[in-house]
């Protein structure tokens, strides 16, 4: 007997083009599942966030990466709400002479173009969210060789403050995703009733 799909897996591939990347992202939210079982229980749960923000952190960036190739590579689904003009900046440079094919591979780079082209709305203030969440990534690297501009002390960054603003994003990327992006046909979902890992 089939069980029925969770409301994370619904949310995911109503809108992913990448079923293998959408079977990791499931793969992620059951580790933070258990994570947050985990940080229930615990008398110190602060010291989950890093951990937990950094799987937040990885699952909004290859949500990005799968729209972005999406776009790049799916001509024969192509995604009705963006502009042919859109969808050429995503392709290409215009080298004048000719157009060369973008390589659009790093946090930053699906974090620029969702910016420019107003994929998340127009609050800069989701933008600076994704930029944060990308740097609290990369202190994956605890030598924090990157210079980041964060504060270089671990547990200052890693707080409770900019778990609930990582979960937040998360949860906004994945509503607009499955709203204003979605594959044809996907199933709706009631963001109102879906119970995140974080959910009480």
């Given at each position: 007997m089939n069980e029925e799909p969770s409301d994370i897996s619904k949310i995911i591939f109503s809108f992913i083009w990448s079923f293998k990347k959408g079977d990791n992202i499931l793969y992620n939210f059951s580790i933070l599942d258990e994570v947050y079982s985990a940080r229930q229980k615990s008398i110190r749960k602060h010291l989950y966030a890093k951990p937990i923000i950094l799987i937040i952190a990885a699952i909004v960036e290859c949500v990005l990466e799968d729209f972005t190739q999406r776009i790049q590579q799916h001509s024969d689904e192509k995604i009705p709400i963006l502009s042919n003009k859109v969808i050429e900046d995503?392709?290409?440079i215009d080298r004048g002479s000719y157009l060369e094919v973008k390589e659009l591979k790093k946090f930053n780079h699906f974090i620029d173009h969702a910016k420019k082209h107003k994929i998340f709305g127009v609050l800069p203030e989701t933008y600076n969210a994704m930029d944060l969440v990308r740097k609290l990534r990369n202190r994956l690297h605890i030598q924090n060789s990157e210079?980041?501009?964060?504060?270089?002390?671990?547990?200052?960054?890693?707080t409770e403050l900019n778990l609930r603003n990582s979960q937040d994003l998360l949860k906004l990327v994945l509503m607009k995703m499955t709203q204003t992006y979605p594959r044809p046909g996907a199933m709706k979902v009631d963001f109102g009733k879906v119970k995140f890992p974080w959910s009480s």
């Open positions: 995503f392709k290409y210079g980041d501009t964060l504060d270089r002390n671990e547990s200052m960054i890693f």
